[in-house]
């Protein structure tokens, strides 16, 4: 394929690098025009980074079919969780909230397991009816989540300010420790937990002809990673366009992590729909929980060790209501993932949980 073919092919990054240009040159025209400006502005970064986000996922997507699961979801699950961490990064060194961090992963754990999940449970168990999985990944991701969430933003509440560097500091060792422990067992001897084997007849109807043509690993890789670059350099320009357009306006500050949640699991969202209308829960079940798990365990240990550094004003304890989500979803997700199979109610069950939390957010709790 030649270059033109390339960048036609690839038009979404394109225009996405053209319209980070165009902010880098007129970012202070459109503040001073005014609060309703930058969030109209804000609101055009968005859509180009999710546009941005599709083209990430088709590579992710091409990817996760030449390797097979578990290599190809996680693919998936660390380029959306490099996004967060990149914009999350970046609106922590302007003038961002300290429970930004908190708000945003929680606001990720509800989108992930809740909406992504519940959404795709409810419309696949419509179409297909009792969707297999293997019940072994469900079980594993959902004691890593508990664990993470619990040492990370549970647990937090009762450590006095005073020493809060020393707990911060234990947080990023055990959370690598819990990764370094996950990544080998998921790629390694215990790889099968993540994996499910589909009949014959129904694994012929998935051909390479319904991911489009084929492509090199090293471009779908290379594609990834500038996406990622790309995705970083508007999230930067959204950031502050969108803080000088919600400045003084009385909306939720949790408004702002739910938006960085969202961006980041676009490619995610996508992927994981197709794969449970599909009637591949188990690729659904490894987006939807393993970007949940990558979430807390990667994001945590980075943007602590950035707080640990900069002496920036950071907390992590979740407010009891966002406690009592977190824990209720978490109750769910262990009786409805036990079995190895998902159906609608299942879904719905999620969804609900999902509306509850949009409800939440809208009423400022």
Do not use: C
């Not at 084997?197 to 043509?213: C, L, M, Q, T, W």
């Not at 500050?253 to 969202?269: D, F, G, L, M, Y």
């Amino acid at each position: 394929m030649g270059i033109a073919s390339r960048l036609k092919e690839e038009k979404f990054l394109v225009a996405a690098l053209v319209v980070a240009a165009i902010a880098y040159f007129l970012e202070h025209a459109v503040i001073e025009m005014g609060r309703g400006i930058a969030l109209i502005a804000a609101a055009a970064l968005v859509g180009t980074i999710v546009l941005a986000s599709i083209r990430v996922a088709h590579h992710a997507e091409l990817l996760a079919v030449k390797v097979g699961d578990p290599y190809g979801t996680m693919i998936l699950t660390l380029s959306a969780v490099a996004v967060e961490v990149i914009i999350l990064a970046i609106m922590m060194s302007g003038e961002s909230s300290p429970t930004l961090v908190r708000d945003t992963i929680y606001s990720a754990l509800m989108l992930d397991i809740n909406g992504i999940l519940g959404l795709a449970a409810l419309l696949g168990g419509l179409k297909h009816g009792e969707q297999p999985y293997n019940d072994n990944s469900g079980k594993t991701y959902g004691v890593m989540i508990l664990t993470a969430i619990g040492i990370s933003m549970i647990v937090p509440e009762f450590v006095p300010g005073d020493k809060w560097h020393y707990y911060s500091a234990f947080t990023i060792v055990a959370m690598i420790a819990l990764y370094g422990l996950f990544l080998r067992m998921q790629v390694g001897q215990h790889s099968y937990f993540f994996s499910y084997s589909y009949p014959r007849s129904e694994r012929k109807k998935e051909g390479p002809d319904e991911h489009g043509p084929d492509e090199s690993t090293a471009i779908s890789i290379a594609t990834i990673l500038v996406g990622v670059v790309i995705i970083g350099l508007l999230a930067e320009f959204m950031a502050t366009l969108m803080t000088e357009g919600l400045r003084d306006s009385g909306a939720p500050i949790a408004v702002t992590a739910v938006v960085v949640a969202a961006i980041s699991a676009a490619p995610e969202i996508l992927t994981a729909l197709r794969a449970a209308l599909r009637n591949r829960m188990q690729a659904t079940v490894n987006i939807a929980m393993g970007a949940s798990l990558s979430t807390v365990i990667l994001t945590v240990p980075v943007m602590e060790a950035i707080a640990l550094y900069t002496g920036q004003p950071f907390i992590m304890a979740m407010t009891p209501v966002q406690t009592v989500m977190v824990t209720i979803t978490l109750i769910a997700a262990a009786i409805n993932l036990n079995d190895g199979e998902t159906n609608a109610i299942e879904g719905m069950t999620h969804f609900i949980l999902f509306a509850t939390f949009v409800m939440l957010t809208g009423l400022g709790l």
